[in-house]
């Protein structure tokens, strides 16, 4: 997807994990029509910050925690009393957690207040102070800036790249083949345009093949071109102050 006229023509995308060895890292840019990712690169903060530089960022992590959560642990950091009637749904989802669900693609995203993705949020809230500190000013969390939160399972279904029941293209790369033939089955439809011009540099392809990190990273770099597009699902006006906070997962626009 062409980005729009006045849009970054470099984009990164980053399959965040607790560790770098575990972090898929590729680099896009818009050439002659198209965009040529090139990668892996190595996944500590260093190479991510350096490579932000410039482009715009499609981070696979939560951005932020939901509001209630927020509020809920620091009266009680605080020693003043639990929030009265607070509704455990809205202490485990953000308001961009509901709407995805809602979108019925089949996906449901981790809670980042009650599941183990929360350690990976702890690396992207400092990748995000990272990226203001290089920019010299705090940046939102909902995609305004330039960094966008990004679910690679949500893309796939949006795109039509994968079932919305029992296809799962992660794992597999000894005991089970299913997953690693099914990522093969992606990457193929990508190289040949599925959701636009697209050139994968180098051995990316192999390496999307033999790990799903790398997959996803690729999958991010592409939903930041099609949020550069105009052509992601933004936060509704009444949930935008929330998003700004929160984090808003950037979707692609459903095909029909």
Partial sequence: MAPGTSAPRRVLGVDLATEPARTGLVEGEWRAGAWRLTGPYPGD????????????????????????????????????????GVDPVDLRYRA????????????????????????????????????????????????????????????????GLLARRGERYKGGRVADPGPRALRERIVGALAEGAVGPLELGGGLAG????????????????????????ATIPPPAALAERASREGWIHVPVVRP
């Avoid at 990748?127 to 796939?156: F, H, N």
């Fill in 45 to 84: 903060d260093g190479s991510i910050l350096e490579r932000a530089a410039g482009a715009a960022v499609g981070l696979d992590a939560p951005l932020g925690w939901p509001d209630a959560f927020v509020e809920a642990v620091g009266a009680h950091h605080a020693q003043r009393p639990w929030p009265d």
């Fill in 96 to 159: 961009t957690d509901r709407f995805v669900v809602g979108l019925e693609l089949g996906v449901r995203p981790l809670s980042v207040s009650s599941d183990l993705i929360g350690a990976v949020a702890w690396r992207a809230a400092g990748l995000m102070e990272g990226l203001a500190r290089a920019g010299g000013r705090p940046l939102t969390r909902d995609g305004r800036d330039g960094v966008y939160e990004v679910y690679p399972a949500a893309a796939l279904r949006a795109w």
């Fill in 207 to 230: 390496a999307a093949v033999d790990s799903d990190h790398v997959l996803d990273a690729i999958l991010g770099a592409l939903v930041v071109t099609a949020a550069l597009a105009g």
